[in-house]
């Protein structure tokens, strides 16, 4: 876990003894934290130095940090200024340090027990329609990524429109052989940002591409598609029609198996994500998760629309 100190530099000694092999502390001036927020890691923990802060900056640096969805945040109080600790609790806090306590070195046990309380705290909460989870990084590519243990994926579901016009009048073999090339498509589409598709059939599936709580790079190259339908339809997937599909992206969690051996998992993302993709998504619709948001490029934000709620999230439909 990433730990960023936020305020006086002289209390990383306060961190000293945190394992470097399980955590590592960053320090950063609290003049920089409202710049930095949006980029720091998903799934860090925040520590804020208030001893040099009045009562107003103190509630605004709260203010600012419990509106951040992706990061754990504690407040360092070594003047014992907040009369009501609990209260930062209420409002999303994972730890407070006091008086008493900075004197005593933090240890990697105590960080452990925060990021188990965290996950018991919101793995099952709904906040604005959207479902918390731990993040756990899969990192920006596959090296880190073992099988049967559980990661935090950015998610693809696909599926090609006006199926049964395909399948008319097709023989067994041939609806194997156009499912192939629309399958070797989508596969060519997703290689450049590692993506892989993890489930597929017919004409159906669902990509993983690995996060590092940074970007989600399948945004554009799902933008790309869909602006792409015609010349795709020309000169990748030539199947005797104008191609069509829906996507929907999404960020959640699974445990990670080969393909072909992932007939046992049990994942409300992956479940989630079907929903979506088959009982929600229109034909020829874009559609990404709240979860996604905060990843959309500046440049195109503007071309993503509410599109209702499904399951308790928020739905957004890009429109151009």
């Given at each position: 876990?990433?730990?960023?100190?936020?305020?006086?530099?002289?209390?990383?000694?306060?961190?000293?003894?945190?394992?470097?092999?399980?955590?590592?502390?960053?320090?950063?001036?609290?003049?920089?934290?409202?710049?930095?927020?949006?980029?720091?890691?998903?799934?860090?923990?925040?520590?804020?130095?208030?001893?040099?802060?009045?009562?107003?900056?103190?509630?605004?640096?709260?203010?600012?940090?419990?509106?951040?969805?992706?990061?754990?945040?504690?407040?360092?109080?070594?003047?014992?200024?907040?009369?009501?600790?609990?209260?930062?609790?209420?409002?999303?806090?994972?730890?407070?340090?006091?008086?008493?306590?900075?004197?005593?070195?933090?240890?990697?046990?105590?960080?452990?027990?925060?990021?188990a309380f965290k996950n018991i705290a919101v793995q099952k909460e709904f906040d604005k329609g959207v479902m918390q989870f731990q993040y756990i990084p899969s990192g920006s590519d596959w090296s880190n990524v073992k099988e049967g243990e559980e990661y935090t994926f950015c998610m693809m579901f696909f599926e090609l429109d006006h199926q049964l016009q395909l399948k008319k009048n097709s023989s067994e073999q041939q609806i194997k052989e156009r499912s192939q090339i629309v399958h070797d498509f989508l596969e060519k589409m997703i290689k450049p940002i590692n993506g892989k598709i993890w489930m597929w059939s017919q004409f159906c599936g669902i990509v993983l591409i690995p996060f590092d709580g940074k970007s989600c790079d399948v945004i554009l190259t799902a933008v790309r598609m869909w602006l792409n339908r015609t010349i795709i339809s020309i000169e990748e997937c030539k199947l005797g029609l104008k191609i069509s599909f829906r996507i929907v992206l999404h960020i959640g969690n699974t445990v990670y198996r080969e393909r072909g051996n992932t007939g046992t998992i049990v994942s409300d993302s992956i479940n989630s994500l079907f929903h979506l993709g088959q009982k929600f998504a229109k034909a020829g619709e874009l559609l990404l998760t709240e979860e996604v948001t905060r990843f959309i490029p500046a440049g195109i934000k503007d071309l993503f629309v509410d599109a209702g709620m499904y399951e308790r999230r928020n739905i957004y439909k890009f429109v151009i």
């Open positions: 876990m990433k730990i960023y100190l936020v305020g006086r530099e002289k209390l990383l000694l306060a961190f000293s003894k945190i394992k470097k092999r399980d955590e590592d502390v960053e320090w950063m001036p609290v003049s920089e934290l409202k710049k930095k927020i949006e980029t720091i890691p998903t799934g860090s923990l925040v520590y804020v130095d208030i001893f040099s802060l009045s009562d107003v900056e103190t509630n605004k640096i709260i203010k600012l940090l419990e509106k951040r969805s992706h990061i754990l945040w504690g407040i360092v109080d070594e003047k014992n200024a907040i009369k009501d600790p609990a209260e930062l609790f209420h409002r999303g806090a994972v730890d407070y340090i006091g008086k008493e306590v900075i004197k005593l070195p933090l240890t990697s046990s105590r960080i452990r027990r925060i990021s």
